[in-house]
């Protein structure tokens, strides 16, 4: 008996030592997606008919805080504002509704500035562009849209958002603001902020914004504030005490 218990103990400490799970790989530039496993309820990732809204999409996978969502089956809307980038949307993304477009509190004529052939840092505010000290590689001008134009005109009119991703260099809060918040009420909001303490944080519009909309900052992943609505029901039960 007390060999076997030796034996059983060895083979559980194997197995623990050489065969845990644990997440192996996530796909967002700071590891959002990895908040987002711990955020969601299992049965949600897998089994809901989840939607998501991606506004600075970049790449289908890679720096990609939705992508983990598209391959359990979720769809949604990707947005950005250069026409190689939802090309590999089309490309790699098919069920999901692709958009080129920038996105603005406002219908204007606006240019976008990049830094690079296929980079992560390409912007419509030009006080952003030129702050950075990078070389603007070229410019061109498009019509922005606002992000409840886009929902809109797409197949997901009306439906309530279960993620909301913006990384869009500058605009952030204006992307925000651009969305009704009462009609598509996102159930996750990872929105980009580039201030470095959390004194900053609470004084941002996004976040004033979001507090009196009822949203609770959950997370906050180097660049990505992570915000919730509590009581969704895609979250863990102990997100909504």
Not at 26 to 34: A, C, K, L, P, V
Not at 52 to 70: A, Q, R, W
Not at 71 to 81: T, Y
Not at 132 to 159: A, F, Q
């Amino acid at each position: 008996m007390k060999i076997f218990k030796e034996v059983s103990k060895r083979l559980w400490l194997t197995r623990k030592a050489f065969f845990s799970s644990f997440i192996k790989v996530h796909y967002s530039q700071f590891g959002e997606d990895i908040v987002l496993k711990e955020l969601l309820k299992k049965e949600k990732i897998k089994k809901h008919n989840g939607f998501f809204v991606d506004v600075g999409c970049y790449h289908p996978k890679k720096h990609s805080n939705t992508y983990m969502l598209y391959k359990a089956g979720w769809s949604g809307i990707n947005i950005d504002m250069e026409a190689d980038k939802i090309s590999l949307f089309n490309m790699a993304r098919p069920r999901d509704w692709n958009v080129l477009a920038p996105v603005s509190d406002k219908k204007e004529v606006v240019n976008v500035y990049r830094f690079g052939k296929f980079g992560v840092g390409s912007t419509i505010d030009h006080n952003f562009a030129v702050g950075t000290g990078n070389t603007i590689y070229d410019t061109t001008e498009l019509c922005s849209k606002t992000l409840d134009e886009v929902i809109d005109d797409s197949p997901y009119r009306g439906k309530q958002i279960d993620v909301l991703s913006i990384d869009v260099e500058g605009m952030d809060y204006r992307v925000l603001s651009s969305l009704n918040l009462e009609t598509y009420r996102p159930k996750i909001i990872i929105i980009e902020s580039h201030h470095r303490s959390i004194e900053e944080i609470l004084d941002t519009d996004i976040y004033r914004l979001l507090k009196n909309q009822g949203y609770v900052l959950r997370s906050w992943t180097f660049y990505s504030l992570i915000f919730i609505l509590p009581n969704a029901d895609i979250l863990k039960e102990r997100e909504n005490v």
